[in-house]
């Protein structure tokens, strides 16, 4: 079986992680410098840290999937020491969870640690959630879940939701259920729950919740933070999604470039927005030529060992979609951020920090006339772009239920004015309709 990137389970298991252009690391050289680091073996799982109060022995890189993948390839992660594996009902209406039961099937489930989530809106009742604990796991094929996690509105009411805790005490009394986390990654539209913080730290005080799943990167780090230090407090498992803030390199450059070919009609206030993310492109082209680096996978490679190297971090949730994604990923495993690479970061973030629109943030929903959740539209974007889940992201892009991106076009970009990061927004959130409705005339 061959993954879109080219490598092979043979090429996988014959090549030495280290040793190929493309794993890279922040630093000039990064690959040759990588190899001297592993001594040239292959790709595996160097550091297994203890998951919070569930005592689970975790590895420091996990699978976080939110669609379905060859099982070959998550067989090869598996096979090289990876045993966490995040999922939900909501992947790919549970055919995630179909994939990993093909891919777990005959392994010891014992030494795996497996959390799914199951959606709560329109639950009435113990007895539903239940039954619906019941259907995930018959798609997973297993007889319990380490960890499961209501999916649901972002409320700290939510929380509380007593026909869901009593659901999971029947669960765990009947052995179907260990232990019970929960996610945010923000509000699905504006004015919609807490920040993520706010959930989380409500969460984590209750008391009932033994993991936390939420954004954490180099370029949103306060929020983050504050969820570490009082899991810590508590002993609270900490799992990490969104951990790589990149991904939008040449993008914006490529579509402006097809812009101007198509001729097509712009505006004033089409042109200035045009004009500025063909600025912040050429920023971040200029940071690549300037630092020595060849692709923007030297500076994932940063990103990733930024959140590593914070031991309160119990372990990442990374998309394995190919088995290069295996080999580039598990590269990092046991390693930590180098003093020049912490430069490096801080340097980009000064420089294109303006590329990122921050995960869970929400800050400029209140000031669109049209309530476009730009928080969730941008994390479709991030599923699209960053993590290879195209169909996903068009499907849950699809069915949304409020005003879309494409209302964007005409607006003068009152969340651009309101963005405390000076961050494009408006013109991402056009390029976001544009790959997540396959429109290719975004500003038209």
Known sequence: MTGKKGMNRRGFIKTSAFGLAGVGTALKGGSS?????SGGESPKIKSYRTLGRTGFKVSDIGIGTSQTFPPAVMAAAMDAGVNYIDTGEG???GAAEKSIAEAIRGRDRK?????????MDGIAGKDQVVEKVRQALERLQTGYVDCLM?????TVAALKNEDFHQAMDQLKKEGLV???GVANHGGRGPA????MDQFLLAAIDDGRFDLVLFVYNFLQKEAGERILEAAAAKNVATTIMKSNPLGRYFDMKQRAEQMKKDGQPLDERMTRSLAEMEETAKNAESFLQKNGLKTPAEIKAAALKFVLTDSRVHTLNLAFNT??????SLALSGTALRPAEKSLLAAYESECGRLYC???CGICESSCPHSVPVNTIMRYSHYFETQGSEKFAMEKYAGLQTPKADVCRDCPGFCELSCPYGVPVRGLLNLAHAQLTLDERPFV
């Not at 410098?33 to 680091?37: D, I, K, M, N, R």
């Not at 209501?150 to 972002?154: E, I």
């Not at 919609?192 to 920040?195: L, N, S």
């Not at 088995?323 to 580039?328: L, Q």
Request: no cysteine; aromatic share 10%.
């Open 33 to 37: 410098q990588a190899a001297s680091e």
């Open 358 to 360: 921050r995960h869970a």
């Open 323 to 328: 088995f290069d994604d295996v080999r580039d």
């Open 111 to 119: 030494s795996l640690f497996i959390t799914t989530k199951i959606r």
């Open 192 to 195: 919609e729950g807490q920040t």
């Open 91 to 93: 992947y790919g209406r």
């Open 150 to 154: 209501p999916s649901g509105p972002p």
């Open 178 to 180: 260990r232990f019970v």
